[in-house]
């Protein structure tokens, strides 16, 4: 299994310029979130999803927005970049219960994003 | 609203010696935590997951333990080496989420 793996893993864009970052698991996992990581900060969330078709807001999700159309694939998508946004971003994956319980969360390797 | 606190932010230690970081929540409906190891420019690497109705959980050198009640989490390195050196990340799991602490930056001397 080759996990989670995100693609690309560093990108310069420029004020105003859009992008998608690309995550995708193979371990058949239902729920698969994007996470952004700041300087000497722990991970805040931007948006999951718990399943194909469903996605829900995070903590800070504006400036983004996530599709999941097949259980692999979670891509997030930059519009109208902002140099507030400059931040490496983490795609993570698990399988959770009904009753909401997470287990062991897999993350990809992070894409390195400078909005200048 | 679940707020999770690691103190210190910053910790060395000499090679050899035990030591332990501490990981605080305010919200005790957790379904479980999570102790996590990011190495720098690199990912997370998940260290030990312990279920709300555990009370630690051990993997090699590394124990972590969780006591609800207080809303506190530690984990404990025994005989650190320079190859711990790393940070270390807390994450508490609600609903599906996890909330992370700002990690403790642990650097061990040879």
């Known amino acids: 299994n080759a996990g989670v793996t995100q693609t690309p893993k560093f990108r310069i864009l420029k004020i105003g310029q859009s992008m998608t970052l690309q995550c995708a698991q193979d371990?058949?996992?239902?729920?698969m979130y994007w996470y952004r990581q700041d300087p000497g900060m722990g991970l805040k969330l931007i948006y999951y999803s718990v399943g194909a078709g469903i996605t829900d807001k995070g903590e800070v999700p504006n400036g983004y927005n996530v599709s999941r159309s097949t259980t692999e694939d979670f891509p997030l998508r930059l519009e109208l970049a902002a140099p507030s946004q400059t931040s490496v971003y983490f795609c993570?994956?698990?399988?959770?219960?009904?009753?909401?319980?997470?287990?062991?969360?897999?993350f990809g390797p992070g894409t390195r994003l400078t909005v200048t | 609203k679940q707020e999770v606190t690691q103190i210190p932010a910053a910790l060395s230690v000499p090679e050899g010696e035990n030591l332990v970081l501490n990981c605080s929540f305010t919200d005790s409906a957790i379904y479980n935590l999570q102790w996590f190891r990011q190495d720098p420019g690199k990912g997370l690497t998940s260290l030990l997951l312990?279920?709300?109705?555990?009370r630690e959980q051990t993997s090699g050198r590394l124990n972590a333990s969780l006591d609800k009640s207080s809303g506190r989490s530690t984990l404990y390195i025994a005989a650190s080496q320079p190859g711990d050196s790393a940070t270390y990340l807390c994450a508490t799991s609600q609903g599906g989420k996890l909330i992370f602490g700002q990690g403790t930056e642990l650097s061990v001397k040879p």
């Open positions: 312990i279920q709300s109705s555990q």
């Open positions: 371990m058949n996992h239902n729920y």
């Open positions: 993570a994956s698990s399988f959770t219960s009904r009753q909401g319980g997470s287990y062991e969360q897999y």
